[in-house]
């Protein structure tokens, strides 16, 4: 039962580099999301996707870039790491459509930019 | 818009104590609403939900009653563990977003 699965777990930047943060779910769900958590903080809402082909930006996507080609995968790019975006990245996925569906997350990745 | 406010933390309580979170959330319409939990280095889990008023959502021995009249959806549990410490968000339904509450850090001593 893999559910929601992001990699990789820990990553180091150096500021200016880019990197792709992976996420895939295998409950065929149409929603998938990504959030940031920073220390004593809540969660913000990145960009979002509501199916393939479709994304949007959420609360803080300044700096981030996401596609989504599949129903199973959401990537999220940083374009030009900066020491503002070290912080732990969730992604998520739900169902959408009738009422309580439950959001599954992945595990995280902590990020850390020199 | 939607919102949600839950009560600040860190709360630290004794083993065995009673538990209570506040949340309120503000909302067009009837929401569904969630209690996640997120334990040290982990992801969110569901905690309890609850679709309707009057709904009890229950997990674990966490309690949580949907309330309309006072638009709450507040955290209780009866008697805590050490293993209870973790944060808890509570978090409302708007289409196919969830608006998050801030979390609030609860802290279990033996």
């Known amino acids: 039962n893999a559910g929601v699965t992001q990699t990789p777990k820990f990553q180091v930047l150096k500021t200016g580099q880019s990197m792709t943060l992976q996420c895939a779910q295998d409950m065929n769900h149409e929603y998938m999301s990504w959030y940031r958590q920073d220390p004593g903080m809540g969660l913000r809402l990145i960009h979002y996707s509501v199916g393939a082909g479709i994304t949007d930006q959420g609360e803080v996507p300044n700096g981030y870039n996401v596609s989504r080609s599949t129903t199973e995968d959401f990537p999220l790019r940083l374009l030009s790491a900066a020491p503002s975006q070290t912080s732990v990245y969730f992604c998520a996925s739900r169902n959408t459509g009738g009422r309580g569906n439950i959001q599954y997350f992945g595990a995280g990745t902590r990020l850390s930019v020199l | ?110």
């Open chain 2, 1 to 110: 818009g939607n919102s949600v406010t839950q009560m600040e933390g860190p709360v630290t309580l004794s083993e065995e104590a009673f538990l209570t979170i506040n949340c309120t959330y503000t909302a067009t319409g009837y929401p569904s609403l969630f209690w996640y939990v997120q334990y040290p280095g982990e992801g969110l889990q569901l905690l309890l939900k609850a679709t309707k008023a009057d709904d009890k959502g229950s997990n674990k021995g966490f309690e949580a009653t949907y309330r309309k009249e006072t638009t709450s959806f507040h955290l209780e549990k009866g008697s805590v563990q050490v293993s209870d410490s973790a944060v808890y968000f509570c978090a409302s339904d708007s289409n196919y977003q969830l608006i998050w509450g801030a979390g609030t850090k609860l802290i279990i001593k033996p």
